[in-house]
């Protein structure tokens, strides 16, 4: 039912070309995340399968049907924005109860949809009908503001808005749920909450939903799966720990985690790479020809008390020690290449200082090849 297709999704804004061929394939229930940095068409993608802009070229299919003539109040889509998008000016029953108001307006007639406009307007929402009442109440309830209903929307704090805004787009029981950047606005305390709240009600609805987010943290520990968008295109759509370990692109790498990227200079007779002076053997490898960059993950990398007589082993300087709590980060200057290393900190680990000499490891099993 609540599947979503966009083949080629061709979106310009004048001579703009805000997305340049977007294909997505989402498995109805699944909770699926588009990330890319600000400005790489997340709105829009959006936008364009919720019906609220016009594409230029491509077909978006929901639940199996092409909607691309299908307009926005009957797409079966329930929307949040990053701006929550909420009347100022009504309280919070009324807010939620409002979607529910405006589908019925768009399924009357002229006269009938005037008339209650009219009397939404007037802010009376007329009586809410018993089952009007009991919906939207049972809604509040489950985002846990039943007993704010008839307070103004502003004097709610960020969370409790963002959560009436979700109320709102659940209340019409959409197929699909497209989530703009719905946490950007709260505090940081606030947002690993809600990414909790809005993970466990997909989960419990099993809605089918995009949630867009430019925070890889974000995207990694709440979907399913990840599509990394740059310049109106995709660049790469995998499970988190897939796109983590097996990045396609040096950009992919860099934007879901910090990373040590070196170009893969092999040399004639042995397999490997390069790092200025340093070599770091890949026997697993049949040839590292063919890859243009090798990706390290700071973790990936170990510090040794002592030199042994083993392969991939590097010395170097620390140029900046930080310490973060659980873990401490090292940038390290080995022969005027710089490489980042990440170790877990427990009590008694030692901490090198800026300055010092250390001891690299870097396991061919860390080394990615892109
Ligand atoms: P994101 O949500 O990833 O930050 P958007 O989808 O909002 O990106 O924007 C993608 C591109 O389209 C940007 O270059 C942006 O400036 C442009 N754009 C977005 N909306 C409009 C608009 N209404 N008119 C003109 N250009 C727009
Ligand atoms: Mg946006």
Same mark, same amino acid.
């Given at each position: 039912?609540?599947?979503?297709?966009?083949?080629?999704?061709?979106?310009?804004?004048?001579?703009?070309?805000?997305?340049?061929?977007?294909?997505?394939?989402?498995?109805? =229930?699944?909770?699926?995340?588009?990330?890319?940095?600000?400005?790489?068409?997340?709105?829009?993608?959006?936008?364009?399968?919720?019906?609220?802009?016009?594409?230029?070229?491509?077909?978006?299919?929901? /639940?199996?049907?092409?909607?691309?003539?299908?307009?926005?109040?009957?797409?079966?889509?329930?929307?949040?924005?990053? %701006? @929550?998008?909420?009347?100022?000016?009504?309280?919070?029953?009324?807010? !939620?109860?409002?979607?529910?108001?405006?589908?019925?307006?768009?399924?009357?007639?002229?006269?009938?949809?005037?008339?209650?406009?009219?009397?939404?307007?007037?802010?009376?929402? +007329?009586?809410?009908?018993?089952?009007?009442?009991?919906?939207?109440?049972?809604?509040?309830?489950?985002?846990?503001?039943?007993?704010?209903?008839?307070?103004?929307?502003?004097?709610? %704090?960020?969370?409790?808005?963002?959560?009436?805004?979700?109320?709102?787009?659940?209340?019409?029981?959409?197929?699909?749920?497209?989530?703009?950047?719905?946490?950007?606005?709260?505090?940081?305390?606030?947002?690993?909450?809600?990414?909790?709240?809005?993970?466990?009600?997909?989960?419990?609805?099993?809605?089918?939903?995009?949630?867009?987010?430019?925070?890889?943290?974000?995207?990694?520990?709440?979907?399913?799966?990840?599509?990394?968008?740059?310049?109106?295109?995709?660049?790469?759509?995998?499970?988190?720990?897939?796109?983590?370990?097996?990045?396609?692109?040096?950009? !992919?790498?860099?934007?879901?985690?910090?990373?040590?990227?070196?170009?893969?200079?092999?040399?004639?007779?042995?397999?490997?790479?390069?790092?200025?002076?340093?070599?770091?053997?890949?026997?697993?490898?049949? %040839?590292?020809?063919?890859?243009?960059?090798?990706?390290?993950?700071?973790? =990936?990398?170990?510090?040794?008390?002592?030199?042994?007589? =083993?392969?991939?082993?590097?010395?170097?300087?620390?140029?900046?020690?930080? @310490?973060? /709590?659980?873990?401490?980060? @090292?940038?390290?200057?080995?022969?005027?290449?710089?490489?980042? #290393?990440?170790?877990?900190?427990?009590? +008694?680990?030692?901490? @090198?200082?800026?300055?010092?000499?250390?001891?690299?490891?870097?396991?061919?099993?860390?080394? #990615?090849?892109?």
């Amino acid at each position: 039912m609540g599947s979503i297709t966009v083949n080629n999704l061709v979106k310009y804004y004048d001579d703009v070309e805000a997305l340049k061929g977007v294909d997505l394939n989402i498995e109805e =229930g699944e909770f699926y995340a588009l990330l890319g940095p600000s400005g790489c068409g997340k709105t829009t993608t959006m936008r364009c399968i919720a019906g609220f802009e016009d594409m230029t070229d491509g077909e978006i299919y929901i /639940g199996g049907e092409l909607v691309n003539q299908v307009p926005a109040n009957r797409r079966d889509c329930g929307m949040v924005f990053q %701006s @929550y998008a909420l009347f100022p000016h009504y309280n919070v029953f009324e807010n !939620v109860a409002y979607s529910l108001t405006i589908r019925d307006l768009y399924g009357s007639s002229p006269g009938q949809r005037i008339k209650s406009f009219a009397r939404l307007m007037s802010r009376r929402l +007329g009586k809410p009908t018993d089952a009007i009442y009991k919906k939207v109440m049972s809604i509040l309830e489950y985002v846990e503001l039943d007993h704010f209903a008839d307070r103004g929307v502003s004097e709610l %704090s960020g969370g409790q808005q963002q959560r009436v805004a979700l109320a709102r787009a659940l209340v019409m029981e959409p197929s699909v749920l497209l989530l703009d950047e719905p946490l950007s606005n709260l505090d940081k305390k606030l947002r690993n909450t809600m990414r909790a709240t809005i993970r466990r009600m997909q989960q419990e609805l099993g809605i089918t939903t995009i949630f867009v987010t430019h925070d890889q943290e974000e995207a990694m520990s709440m979907a399913d799966r990840i599509a990394v968008m740059k310049d109106g295109e995709i660049i790469q759509e995998a499970s988190p720990t897939e796109l983590y370990s097996k990045p396609k692109t040096p950009f !992919v790498a860099d934007f879901v985690g910090s990373s040590n990227i070196y170009k893969a200079d092999s040399t004639q007779d042995e397999k490997g790479i390069k790092i200025n002076d340093n070599f770091i053997l890949l026997t697993r490898y049949s %040839s590292t020809k063919s890859s243009e960059r090798a990706l390290i993950r700071p973790e =990936g990398i170990e510090i040794l008390k002592e030199k042994n007589d =083993g392969d991939n082993i590097v010395e170097g300087q620390v140029t900046m020690s930080t @310490y973060f /709590g659980p873990l401490i980060r @090292y940038d390290v200057d080995i022969g005027g290449v710089g490489i980042t #290393v990440e170790e877990d900190y427990t009590t +008694g680990t030692p901490i @090198y200082e800026e300055g010092d000499n250390i001891i690299l490891y870097i396991p061919e099993e860390r080394v #990615v090849l892109i």
